[in-house]
Protein backbone atom coordinates (compact mmCIF):
# COMPACT_ATOMS: atom_id res chain seq x y z
CA UNK A 1 0.00 0.00 0.00
CA UNK A 2 3.13 2.73 1.01
CA UNK A 3 4.39 1.62 -3.08
CA UNK A 4 0.95 3.04 -4.45
CA UNK A 5 0.71 6.28 -2.05
CA UNK A 6 4.11 7.15 -3.04
CA UNK A 7 3.56 6.65 -6.69
CA UNK A 8 -0.15 8.74 -6.73
CA UNK A 9 1.86 11.33 -4.63
CA UNK A 10 4.57 11.35 -7.16
CA UNK A 11 2.14 11.31 -9.98
CA UNK A 12 -0.06 14.35 -8.42
CA UNK A 13 3.44 16.03 -7.37
CA UNK A 14 3.92 15.64 -11.45
CA UNK A 15 0.67 17.37 -12.32
CA UNK A 16 1.35 20.17 -10.35
CA UNK A 17 4.71 20.65 -12.01
CA UNK A 18 3.03 20.85 -15.22
CA UNK A 19 0.34 23.55 -14.42
CA UNK A 20 2.64 25.98 -13.09
CA UNK A 21 5.28 25.08 -15.62
CA UNK A 22 2.12 25.82 -17.94
CA UNK A 23 0.89 28.94 -15.95
CA UNK A 24 4.60 30.31 -16.02
CA UNK A 25 4.73 29.80 -19.72
CA UNK A 26 2.10 31.24 -20.90
CA UNK A 27 2.41 34.34 -18.73
CA UNK A 28 5.89 34.49 -19.89
CA UNK A 29 4.42 34.43 -23.39
CA UNK A 30 1.72 36.96 -22.94
CA UNK A 31 4.25 39.33 -21.05
CA UNK A 32 6.39 38.70 -23.99
CA UNK A 33 3.63 39.62 -26.48
CA UNK A 34 2.66 42.92 -24.26
CA UNK A 35 6.25 44.12 -24.26
CA UNK A 36 6.66 43.50 -28.13
CA UNK A 37 3.01 45.24 -28.52
CA UNK A 38 3.83 48.09 -26.14
CA UNK A 39 7.65 48.46 -27.80
CA UNK A 40 7.17 47.85 -31.38
CA UNK A 41 3.41 48.41 -32.11
CA UNK A 42 1.10 51.38 -31.68
CA UNK A 43 -1.47 48.74 -29.72
CA UNK A 44 -1.66 50.61 -26.55
CA UNK A 45 -0.98 53.87 -27.80
CA UNK A 46 -3.41 56.41 -27.58
CA UNK A 47 -3.84 58.25 -31.24
CA UNK A 48 -1.59 61.04 -29.40
CA UNK A 49 1.35 58.91 -27.94
CA UNK A 50 1.25 57.19 -31.37
CA UNK A 51 1.76 60.21 -33.23
CA UNK A 52 4.73 61.58 -30.92
CA UNK A 53 6.35 58.80 -31.08
CA UNK A 54 6.57 58.09 -34.86
CA UNK A 55 7.03 62.72 -35.05
CA UNK A 56 10.34 62.05 -32.81
CA UNK A 57 11.60 59.73 -35.75
CA UNK A 58 11.04 62.38 -38.62
CA UNK A 59 14.90 63.37 -38.20
CA UNK A 60 16.22 60.17 -39.26
CA UNK A 61 15.55 61.07 -42.67
CA UNK A 62 18.31 63.26 -42.37
CA UNK A 63 20.72 60.54 -41.73
CA UNK A 64 20.77 60.09 -45.80
CA UNK A 65 22.39 63.24 -46.00
CA UNK A 66 25.72 61.80 -44.62
CA UNK A 67 25.03 58.41 -46.08
CA UNK A 68 25.81 60.07 -49.47
CA UNK A 69 29.29 61.31 -48.69
CA UNK A 70 32.04 59.45 -49.27
CA UNK A 71 34.53 60.90 -46.26
CA UNK A 72 37.34 59.21 -47.60
CA UNK A 73 37.19 61.29 -50.95
CA UNK A 74 36.38 64.10 -49.22
CA UNK A 75 39.24 63.65 -46.81
CA UNK A 76 41.64 63.26 -49.80
CA UNK A 77 40.74 65.82 -51.50
CA UNK A 78 40.91 68.12 -48.51
CA UNK A 79 44.21 66.61 -47.92
CA UNK A 80 45.97 66.34 -51.37
CA UNK A 81 46.74 68.43 -54.65
CA UNK A 82 44.15 66.56 -57.46
CA UNK A 83 43.81 66.72 -61.01
CA UNK A 84 40.04 66.24 -62.66
CA UNK A 85 39.69 64.95 -65.94
CA UNK A 86 36.31 65.04 -66.88
CA UNK A 87 34.20 64.61 -70.65
CA UNK A 88 30.41 64.52 -70.71
CA UNK A 89 28.21 63.75 -74.35
CA UNK A 90 24.41 63.99 -74.95
CA UNK A 91 23.02 60.55 -75.90
CA UNK A 92 19.50 61.49 -76.45
CA UNK A 93 17.16 64.42 -76.57
CA UNK A 94 13.17 65.60 -76.98
CA UNK A 95 12.21 68.82 -78.71
CA UNK A 96 15.83 70.19 -78.84
CA UNK A 97 17.78 69.77 -81.71
CA UNK A 98 18.51 67.14 -84.35
CA UNK A 99 20.62 64.29 -83.09
CA UNK A 100 23.00 64.78 -85.64
CA UNK A 101 23.76 67.60 -84.29
CA UNK A 102 23.61 66.68 -80.79
CA UNK A 103 25.76 63.97 -81.17
CA UNK A 104 28.79 65.85 -82.61
CA UNK A 105 28.86 68.17 -78.99
CA UNK A 106 31.25 66.72 -76.45
CA UNK A 107 32.25 68.85 -73.42
CA UNK A 108 35.67 68.55 -72.13
CA UNK A 109 36.70 69.75 -68.59
CA UNK A 110 40.50 70.17 -66.69
CA UNK A 111 40.69 70.87 -63.22
CA UNK A 112 43.35 71.58 -61.02
CA UNK A 113 42.87 71.96 -57.22
CA UNK A 114 44.49 72.96 -53.83
CA UNK A 115 42.68 73.15 -51.47
CA UNK A 116 44.82 73.92 -48.48
CA UNK A 117 46.10 77.04 -50.44
CA UNK A 118 42.52 77.82 -51.62
CA UNK A 119 43.13 77.56 -54.97
CA UNK A 120 41.30 76.18 -57.52
CA UNK A 121 41.47 76.00 -62.30
CA UNK A 122 38.86 74.54 -64.26
CA UNK A 123 38.19 74.95 -67.90
CA UNK A 124 35.51 73.71 -69.50
CA UNK A 125 35.82 73.55 -73.31
CA UNK A 126 32.45 73.05 -75.54
CA UNK A 127 33.23 71.03 -79.25
CA UNK A 128 30.84 70.31 -82.28
CA UNK A 129 32.56 67.55 -84.41
CA UNK A 130 36.14 68.51 -82.88
CA UNK A 131 35.84 72.25 -83.58
CA UNK A 132 35.64 74.54 -80.15
CA UNK A 133 32.75 76.27 -79.71
CA UNK A 134 33.57 78.19 -76.11
CA UNK A 135 35.84 77.85 -73.68
CA UNK A 136 34.97 79.30 -69.74
CA UNK A 137 37.50 79.25 -67.56
CA UNK A 138 36.66 79.58 -63.44
CA UNK A 139 39.27 80.63 -60.89
CA UNK A 140 39.03 80.18 -57.34
CA UNK A 141 41.47 82.11 -55.26
CA UNK A 142 41.05 82.29 -51.31
CA UNK A 143 38.42 84.14 -50.74
CA UNK A 144 37.79 85.12 -54.15
CA UNK A 145 35.42 83.23 -57.21
CA UNK A 146 35.72 84.01 -60.89
CA UNK A 147 34.73 82.86 -64.60
CA UNK A 148 36.17 84.23 -68.10
CA UNK A 149 34.87 83.59 -71.38
CA UNK A 150 36.52 85.75 -74.05
CA UNK A 151 33.01 85.87 -76.13
CA UNK A 152 31.50 87.56 -73.17
CA UNK A 153 34.46 90.14 -71.13
CA UNK A 154 37.86 90.77 -71.91
CA UNK A 155 38.34 90.09 -67.88
CA UNK A 156 37.63 87.98 -65.07
CA UNK A 157 34.33 88.35 -63.72
CA UNK A 158 34.33 87.37 -59.56
CA UNK A 159 32.89 87.71 -56.89
CA UNK A 160 34.50 88.03 -52.76
CA UNK A 161 32.86 85.25 -50.54
CA UNK A 162 31.07 87.93 -48.39
CA UNK A 163 27.82 88.81 -47.77
CA UNK A 164 26.59 85.97 -50.32
CA UNK A 165 23.16 86.22 -49.66
CA UNK A 166 22.65 89.69 -49.94
CA UNK A 167 24.56 90.21 -52.86
CA UNK A 168 22.11 87.98 -54.61
CA UNK A 169 19.12 89.44 -53.09
CA UNK A 170 20.94 92.66 -54.65
CA UNK A 171 20.57 91.07 -58.23
CA UNK A 172 16.92 89.79 -57.98
CA UNK A 173 18.70 85.68 -58.46
CA UNK A 174 15.53 84.00 -57.33
CA UNK A 175 13.84 85.91 -60.34
CA UNK A 176 16.84 85.35 -62.57
CA UNK A 177 14.61 82.36 -64.58
CA UNK A 178 17.68 79.39 -64.17
CA UNK A 179 17.39 76.01 -62.94
CA UNK A 180 18.55 76.76 -59.58
CA UNK A 181 16.40 80.56 -59.06
CA UNK A 182 13.44 78.46 -59.69
CA UNK A 183 14.20 75.74 -57.57
CA UNK A 184 14.97 78.20 -54.37
CA UNK A 185 11.62 80.55 -55.56
CA UNK A 186 9.53 77.03 -55.53
CA UNK A 187 10.10 76.66 -52.13
CA UNK A 188 8.08 80.36 -51.96
CA UNK A 189 10.47 81.31 -49.09
CA UNK A 190 13.18 84.22 -49.40
CA UNK A 191 16.24 81.82 -48.54
CA UNK A 192 18.34 83.82 -50.83
CA UNK A 193 18.85 86.77 -48.61
CA UNK A 194 19.27 84.49 -45.56
CA UNK A 195 22.12 82.70 -46.60
CA UNK A 196 25.29 82.48 -44.68
CA UNK A 197 27.67 86.14 -45.01
CA UNK A 198 29.62 83.66 -46.71
CA UNK A 199 29.69 79.80 -47.94
CA UNK A 200 31.88 77.57 -45.89
CA UNK A 201 33.13 74.05 -46.37
CA UNK A 202 31.19 72.19 -43.29
CA UNK A 203 30.82 69.18 -42.90
CA UNK A 204 26.74 68.06 -42.53
CA UNK A 205 27.20 64.99 -40.61
CA UNK A 206 28.84 67.65 -37.55
CA UNK A 207 25.77 70.17 -37.95
CA UNK A 208 23.06 67.12 -38.13
CA UNK A 209 24.63 65.39 -35.16
CA UNK A 210 22.68 64.92 -32.01
CA UNK A 211 24.18 62.83 -28.79
CA UNK A 212 22.00 60.33 -26.78
CA UNK A 213 21.38 62.90 -24.32
CA UNK A 214 20.77 66.05 -26.56
CA UNK A 215 18.22 63.24 -28.10
CA UNK A 216 16.51 62.74 -24.53
CA UNK A 217 16.66 66.07 -23.06
CA UNK A 218 14.74 67.56 -26.80
CA UNK A 219 11.93 65.55 -26.06
CA UNK A 220 10.63 67.55 -23.60
CA UNK A 221 9.29 69.56 -26.70
CA UNK A 222 7.28 66.93 -28.18
CA UNK A 223 5.52 66.16 -24.57
CA UNK A 224 4.32 69.96 -25.15
CA UNK A 225 2.27 68.14 -27.72
CA UNK A 226 0.23 65.80 -25.14
CA UNK A 227 -1.44 69.34 -23.68
CA UNK A 228 -3.52 69.63 -26.97
CA UNK A 229 -6.61 68.62 -26.69
CA UNK A 230 -7.45 64.71 -27.70
CA UNK A 231 -9.66 65.36 -30.60
CA UNK A 232 -7.29 67.25 -32.33
CA UNK A 233 -5.43 63.94 -32.80
CA UNK A 234 -6.93 61.25 -35.46
CA UNK A 235 -6.08 58.14 -36.78
CA UNK A 236 -6.67 57.01 -40.38
CA UNK A 237 -5.73 52.74 -40.91
CA UNK A 238 -5.26 51.38 -44.41
CA UNK A 239 -3.99 54.74 -45.42
CA UNK A 240 -2.50 54.74 -48.82
CA UNK A 241 0.30 57.37 -49.76
CA UNK A 242 2.66 57.04 -53.08
CA UNK A 243 6.64 57.47 -52.91
CA UNK A 244 8.85 58.12 -55.69
CA UNK A 245 6.27 56.48 -58.18
CA UNK A 246 6.08 53.12 -55.21
CA UNK A 247 2.28 52.59 -53.59
CA UNK A 248 2.70 51.75 -49.63
CA UNK A 249 -0.20 50.71 -46.86
CA UNK A 250 0.40 53.12 -44.27
CA UNK A 251 -1.23 54.25 -41.00
CA UNK A 252 -1.41 57.66 -40.42
CA UNK A 253 -2.25 59.71 -37.85
CA UNK A 254 -2.50 63.75 -37.74
CA UNK A 255 -2.44 66.20 -35.42
CA UNK A 256 -5.20 69.26 -37.10
CA UNK A 257 -5.13 72.54 -35.29
CA UNK A 258 -6.78 75.82 -36.25
CA UNK A 259 -5.22 79.33 -36.54
CA UNK A 260 -5.83 80.35 -32.87
CA UNK A 261 -4.60 76.69 -31.66
CA UNK A 262 -2.15 76.40 -33.73
CA UNK A 263 -0.33 80.32 -32.81
CA UNK A 264 -1.02 79.30 -29.16
CA UNK A 265 1.23 76.17 -29.30
CA UNK A 266 3.86 77.73 -31.57
CA UNK A 267 3.42 80.85 -29.10
CA UNK A 268 4.11 78.25 -26.31
CA UNK A 269 6.91 76.09 -27.69
CA UNK A 270 9.02 79.64 -28.88
CA UNK A 271 9.00 80.85 -25.37
CA UNK A 272 10.21 77.36 -23.92
CA UNK A 273 12.88 77.44 -26.61
CA UNK A 274 14.10 80.95 -25.73
CA UNK A 275 14.24 80.54 -21.89
CA UNK A 276 16.36 77.35 -22.51
CA UNK A 277 20.00 78.41 -23.05
CA UNK A 278 21.08 74.64 -23.52
CA UNK A 279 18.63 74.49 -26.40
CA UNK A 280 19.36 78.34 -27.39
CA UNK A 281 23.41 77.24 -27.28
CA UNK A 282 23.07 74.32 -29.49
CA UNK A 283 20.62 76.22 -32.37
CA UNK A 284 23.06 78.39 -32.81
CA UNK A 285 26.12 76.25 -32.58
CA UNK A 286 24.67 74.19 -35.28
CA UNK A 287 24.20 77.83 -37.30
CA UNK A 288 27.00 79.01 -36.56
CA UNK A 289 29.28 75.65 -38.91
CA UNK A 290 26.75 76.92 -41.46
CA UNK A 291 28.42 80.47 -41.36
CA UNK A 292 25.10 82.01 -41.18
CA UNK A 293 24.80 85.78 -40.76
CA UNK A 294 24.92 86.97 -36.88
CA UNK A 295 21.40 87.47 -36.61
CA UNK A 296 21.37 83.55 -36.71
CA UNK A 297 23.85 82.79 -34.51
CA UNK A 298 23.95 85.02 -31.79
CA UNK A 299 22.35 83.61 -29.08
CA UNK A 300 19.88 87.23 -28.07
CA UNK A 301 19.46 88.35 -31.84
CA UNK A 302 17.68 84.76 -32.91
CA UNK A 303 16.14 84.70 -29.72
CA UNK A 304 14.44 88.07 -30.51
CA UNK A 305 13.76 86.73 -33.69
CA UNK A 306 12.10 84.13 -32.45
CA UNK A 307 9.82 85.75 -30.09
CA UNK A 308 8.74 88.95 -32.67
CA UNK A 309 7.56 85.74 -34.97
CA UNK A 310 5.36 84.12 -32.41
CA UNK A 311 3.89 87.35 -31.10
CA UNK A 312 3.34 88.37 -34.74
CA UNK A 313 2.15 84.68 -35.43
CA UNK A 314 -0.73 85.38 -32.47
CA UNK A 315 -1.57 89.21 -33.25
CA UNK A 316 -2.39 87.55 -37.11
CA UNK A 317 -2.87 83.71 -36.68
CA UNK A 318 -5.03 84.11 -40.10
CA UNK A 319 -1.78 85.16 -41.82
CA UNK A 320 -0.28 81.75 -41.35
CA UNK A 321 -3.24 79.80 -41.14
CA UNK A 322 -4.50 76.26 -39.82
CA UNK A 323 -2.08 74.05 -38.76
CA UNK A 324 -1.59 69.91 -39.63
CA UNK A 325 1.05 67.61 -38.54
CA UNK A 326 0.93 63.82 -40.28
CA UNK A 327 2.64 61.25 -39.66
CA UNK A 328 2.45 57.97 -42.20
CA UNK A 329 3.87 54.70 -40.56
CA UNK A 330 5.12 51.42 -42.11
CA UNK A 331 5.88 47.91 -40.64
CA UNK A 332 6.48 50.85 -37.51
CA UNK A 333 8.70 52.96 -39.30
CA UNK A 334 7.93 56.68 -40.26
CA UNK A 335 8.52 56.81 -43.99
CA UNK A 336 6.54 60.43 -44.50
CA UNK A 337 6.08 63.50 -42.20
CA UNK A 338 3.23 66.16 -43.69
CA UNK A 339 3.39 69.78 -42.49
CA UNK A 340 0.61 71.86 -43.29
CA UNK A 341 0.68 75.54 -42.71
CA UNK A 342 -1.46 77.80 -44.24
CA UNK A 343 -0.94 78.05 -48.19
CA UNK A 344 2.95 76.38 -47.38
CA UNK A 345 3.51 72.87 -47.25
CA UNK A 346 6.86 70.64 -46.24
CA UNK A 347 6.83 67.05 -46.48
CA UNK A 348 9.79 64.60 -45.91
CA UNK A 349 9.78 61.09 -47.06
CA UNK A 350 12.48 58.39 -45.56
CA UNK A 351 12.85 54.51 -46.70
CA UNK A 352 15.16 52.10 -45.51
CA UNK A 353 15.57 48.56 -46.97
CA UNK A 354 18.93 46.38 -46.34
CA UNK A 355 21.57 48.21 -48.60
CA UNK A 356 19.35 51.06 -50.17
CA UNK A 357 18.16 54.55 -48.15
CA UNK A 358 16.17 56.77 -49.61
CA UNK A 359 14.50 60.73 -48.43
CA UNK A 360 12.70 63.17 -50.36
CA UNK A 361 12.41 66.18 -49.19
CA UNK A 362 9.90 68.80 -50.30
CA UNK A 363 8.80 72.52 -49.40
CA UNK A 364 5.84 73.67 -51.33
CA UNK A 365 6.98 73.22 -55.15
CA UNK A 366 10.86 71.87 -54.93
CA UNK A 367 12.18 69.01 -53.75
CA UNK A 368 15.45 67.24 -53.21
CA UNK A 369 15.91 63.19 -53.36
CA UNK A 370 19.15 61.84 -52.26
CA UNK A 371 18.98 58.02 -52.71
CA UNK A 372 22.06 55.39 -51.90
CA UNK A 373 22.61 51.82 -53.25
CA UNK A 374 25.76 50.21 -52.55
CA UNK A 375 28.37 52.60 -54.61
CA UNK A 376 25.70 54.38 -56.56
CA UNK A 377 24.14 57.66 -55.12
CA UNK A 378 20.69 59.67 -56.81
CA UNK A 379 20.15 62.83 -56.11
CA UNK A 380 16.74 64.35 -58.40
CA UNK A 381 16.36 67.99 -57.74
CA UNK A 382 12.96 69.67 -58.91
CA UNK A 383 10.70 72.44 -59.07
CA UNK A 384 7.54 73.59 -60.77
CA UNK A 385 7.58 77.35 -62.22
CA UNK A 386 4.71 79.95 -61.26
CA UNK A 387 3.93 79.03 -65.65
CA UNK A 388 3.17 75.18 -64.21
CA UNK A 389 6.50 73.70 -66.77
CA UNK A 390 8.39 71.53 -64.54
CA UNK A 391 12.12 71.46 -64.19
CA UNK A 392 14.06 69.00 -62.80
CA UNK A 393 17.99 67.42 -62.72
CA UNK A 394 18.41 63.56 -62.05
CA UNK A 395 21.85 62.35 -61.34
CA UNK A 396 23.05 59.06 -60.77
CA UNK A 397 26.31 58.49 -60.14
CA UNK A 398 28.35 55.82 -59.35
CA UNK A 399 32.00 55.36 -57.60
CA UNK A 400 34.57 53.06 -59.31
CA UNK A 401 38.37 52.34 -57.93
CA UNK A 402 39.24 54.08 -54.84
CA UNK A 403 41.59 56.88 -53.18
CA UNK A 404 44.40 54.56 -52.02
CA UNK A 405 44.92 53.16 -55.48
CA UNK A 406 44.64 56.37 -56.92
CA UNK A 407 42.41 55.52 -59.87
CA UNK A 408 39.03 57.08 -58.93
CA UNK A 409 36.63 57.92 -61.01
CA UNK A 410 32.81 58.61 -60.98
CA UNK A 411 30.30 57.78 -64.11
CA UNK A 412 27.42 59.98 -64.14
CA UNK A 413 23.92 59.57 -65.79
CA UNK A 414 21.79 62.97 -66.29
CA UNK A 415 18.54 63.98 -67.32
CA UNK A 416 17.59 67.74 -67.28
CA UNK A 417 13.53 68.42 -68.41
CA UNK A 418 12.70 71.73 -69.03
CA UNK A 419 9.08 71.31 -69.79
CA UNK A 420 8.60 69.50 -72.99
CA UNK A 421 12.43 69.78 -73.54
CA UNK A 422 15.03 66.94 -72.08
CA UNK A 423 18.40 65.63 -72.04
CA UNK A 424 20.49 62.77 -71.40
CA UNK A 425 23.74 62.79 -70.95
CA UNK A 426 26.67 60.75 -69.47
CA UNK A 427 29.61 62.34 -68.01
CA UNK A 428 32.97 60.36 -66.55
CA UNK A 429 35.64 62.12 -64.10
CA UNK A 430 38.71 60.48 -63.48
CA UNK A 431 41.13 61.92 -60.33
CA UNK A 432 44.42 61.64 -59.81
CA UNK A 433 45.91 62.90 -56.17
CA UNK A 434 49.36 64.21 -55.79
CA UNK A 435 51.87 66.91 -55.72
CA UNK A 436 51.89 67.17 -59.53
CA UNK A 437 49.44 68.62 -60.84
CA UNK A 438 50.75 71.11 -62.63
CA UNK A 439 50.70 75.41 -61.80
CA UNK A 440 47.35 76.81 -60.50
CA UNK A 441 46.53 80.54 -61.44
CA UNK A 442 45.29 82.71 -58.85
CA UNK A 443 43.63 86.21 -59.45
CA UNK A 444 47.11 88.00 -59.16
CA UNK A 445 48.18 86.46 -61.93
CA UNK A 446 45.33 87.64 -64.30
CA UNK A 447 45.81 90.91 -65.93
CA UNK A 448 42.05 92.23 -65.54
CA UNK A 449 39.37 91.48 -62.87
CA UNK A 450 36.12 92.89 -62.09
CA UNK A 451 35.26 92.11 -57.86
CA UNK A 452 30.79 92.84 -58.52
CA UNK A 453 31.16 93.11 -54.19
CA UNK A 454 33.02 96.68 -54.99
CA UNK A 455 29.98 97.93 -56.58
CA UNK A 456 27.09 99.30 -54.28
CA UNK A 457 23.72 97.55 -55.04
CA UNK A 458 22.56 99.83 -58.26
CA UNK A 459 25.56 99.40 -60.00
CA UNK A 460 25.89 95.86 -59.61
CA UNK A 461 22.24 95.25 -61.07
CA UNK A 462 23.12 97.35 -63.91
CA UNK A 463 26.10 95.21 -64.49
CA UNK A 464 24.68 91.75 -64.01
CA UNK A 465 21.77 92.60 -66.02
CA UNK A 466 23.54 93.95 -68.51
CA UNK A 467 26.26 90.73 -68.24
CA UNK A 468 23.17 88.78 -68.21
CA UNK A 469 21.82 90.02 -71.95
CA UNK A 470 25.61 89.46 -73.19
CA UNK A 471 25.49 85.53 -71.93
CA UNK A 472 22.13 85.28 -73.44
CA UNK A 473 23.02 86.64 -76.57
CA UNK A 474 25.94 84.10 -76.94
CA UNK A 475 25.02 81.50 -75.86
CA UNK A 476 22.20 81.86 -78.44
CA UNK A 477 24.27 82.71 -80.95
CA UNK A 478 27.05 79.58 -80.56
CA UNK A 479 23.72 77.73 -80.94
CA UNK A 480 22.76 78.94 -83.91
CA UNK A 481 26.52 78.14 -85.42
CA UNK A 482 26.14 74.81 -85.24
CA UNK A 483 21.77 74.70 -86.11
CA UNK A 484 20.62 74.76 -82.79
CA UNK A 485 17.83 77.01 -81.89
CA UNK A 486 18.36 77.26 -77.60
CA UNK A 487 15.92 79.81 -75.48
CA UNK A 488 17.73 82.32 -73.62
CA UNK A 489 19.23 81.33 -70.33
CA UNK A 490 18.16 84.04 -67.86
CA UNK A 491 14.58 85.13 -68.63
CA UNK A 492 14.77 88.17 -66.05
Same mark, same amino acid.
Given at each position: MAIKYLSAEKKAKQKRNRIIITVVTTVLVITAIVLYLIFNTDFFRTKRGAFIRHLQTTSNAFDVISAVQDKSVSEAMKNKKYYLKGSMKINSSANVADSNILDKIRLNLISKSDYKNEKSNTDISITSDNNEISKISLIQDSDYYGFFNSDISGSYISIKNEKVGQFLSDIDFSNAGIFVSDLIKGTKFDLTSNLASSIVDFDTKDVLEESKLQKKYFQKYFKMLKDVSDIAYTKKSDDKVMIDGVNHNVTTYTLSLNEVESANLVKSIVDKITQDSLTMDFITTKLRMMNLSEEYTDINS?????? @? /??? #?? @??????????????? #???????????? /????????????? &??? #???? /??? &????????????????????VTEENIERSILIVKEKVGSVNDNNLQYNYNIKYVNGIKSLDLTYNEQYTFGDNVGEIQGFKDANNVVILNEFNKEQVKSFVDKLKLKINEVYISKGSSIGISLDPIFTF
Open positions: LNRKLK @Q /FAT #EY @QLNPSRYGKLSISVS #EEKQNNIQTVIK /FGNNSILINHIKN &NNE #EMAI /FKI &NNSSIKLKKEDEKITTELKT
